[in-house]
């Protein structure tokens, strides 16, 4: 039996992605940005301090993207990590926010850092469950929804997501919805969650393939929210790195096809490790967007130790995001390397009990 | 009399250069960057997502400017900002921190934003104190100087700054040290401040005149300072913007000759300010390093105001640095907007009694 080993997070995998191993661990696309990220870039551009709030330019090109808005709705941040972060901290300390759980592994960590108290409602069959999402949602201050969803990989429906506009609306309290995997809806157009009351979280990182570069950004109709948040990043960071923010320009100007090329690609691969993984004998919730799958999995440490050790195939254990008795698995790798991880996995269940 | 706006702080000239103003304002240089920033520069590298803790090749460069450190004591920031918000929220809540007074003006809402206490040692003569610091050093969980300092432009003496080190040793205290004017002292070479218990924060900003690129970073011989500070970065921003690492790597090959050239520059402006203040009857101290001075003035308010409104001439107000009955002048500017500026500001005073 293999030795297991103390991992305690995703970030104890980084810089373990040697020679002949398989990752379905880092959350990011594998393919490149567009060409346009590149075009009219200038690197000697004036490169004193940019505004806190964002490039107007970028700013004003975001606000075509969302009906009604202007360029005062927007703050440009470093990543939507960034933009959550400064969310949850400028509303000061207390209150309670409610996850739908599983969640993002860093949900839990932004909610306290900012003195925030997490609650949770749990998903059933991948999805929000209206009915407890309405009982928990009273005496929080705010909730906090994904769609597509990291780690789940499921979409809410459009009901769904209205019903939550109005709940929230009638408890006068905030909805931050975290859109970053928006384009990367394989069953149906998405659909932005409104009102005063929602601050919607998204990035330049899945979209455009460019996560490194750290530009993402929040859009907010209420002035206050959007103020205490520049006065806040004022101190914290002051503006995003201006040359990602004129990529990000740049990578907008990229034609629909090239959303709808990736979106083909991703579907593939999702139609792939779906069946691979179903043929297996794991039981797991049919991705409608983003990467991930989250299948059930008894002894998942033991599993995923196995799997690195021996296998070298590296797997997110669930409990990181809320899902004991499961492992994520991130498909932003080629159909090759997905088939050979299966084959992988399909040796390593003769080892470890996880049906 | 001039209307008294609401300026309440520096966040509320943003924008506000308009044709003909001038701007005491801004710190930051108003010099190019050097050529070496964009050379190499490759915008279609790998752009996933980068190691949170910085690209090794920086930090290696950077181990080389710090005697006996290695890449694994640096975490590259999105400048200084973020460097020294990590630091002291990655200390969790509760506890006091010392601040010399006057400060940079972010300095205590970062300290109360990480839930800690700012208390505070008034300078002497633009410089600390070493009797009043020790006595309030105790009881503080950390100490946080700025030499050269913005607001004072003044450069502790290098006994005070070993005192400093012993002081806080003994008392088994953070020393946070900001530094990042390092390399625009006029009168002797840096002393940076040393010790297991010390936190260096610096940035490319100032150096290489690329503010709005965003890359600081800090350097800590603790390993668990590092990673404890990783492990928030994780959750709140991920890896500082990849390209900007680049050119901040690609500026480190600047020769000394630039940052020589700079500091001529800046030493010729602080000598051209200094006498023009002086024989205007200001009582002011004069700065060693960094770019600004910090003239005391009564009726600052009224004063500032008058000089934007009436005269385009933006100021500071001492106040918000914790140094009320003053102004705040930043000297990057070329000389002949300073003399300008300075003819204004002598126009302006026969309106409101300054001195």
Known sequence: MAQILKLTSPADFIGKQGAGVISFGSGQPDLPPPQEAFA????????RYGLIQGEIKLREALSKEYPGSTAENFVITNGASE??????????KGGKVLLPRPYYYSYPPIVEMAGMVPVYTDLVKGRIDIEDFKKKAGGCKAVLINSPSNPTGRVEAIETLKEIEKITQKLGIYVVSDEVYKDLIYERENYPIQGDHVITVNSFSKTYCMCGVRVGYLWSSDKKVVEDICEMKTHTSMNTNLVGQDMALSAMKAPKEYIQAQQKIWRGRRDFIYKGLTDLGFDLWKPEGAFYVLPKCKNA???LT???QDFKVITYLGAWFGAPDSIRLSYALDVKQIEEGLTRIKDAMKKVSVL
Chains 1, 2 share one sequence.
């Open 301 to 303: 440490r033991e599993f």
């Open 83 to 92: 933009a959550l972060d400064l969310i949850f901290r400028s509303w000061g």
């Open 40 to 47: 009219g870039i200038d690197l000697k551009r004036d490169l």
């Open 306 to 308: 196995l799997l690195y």
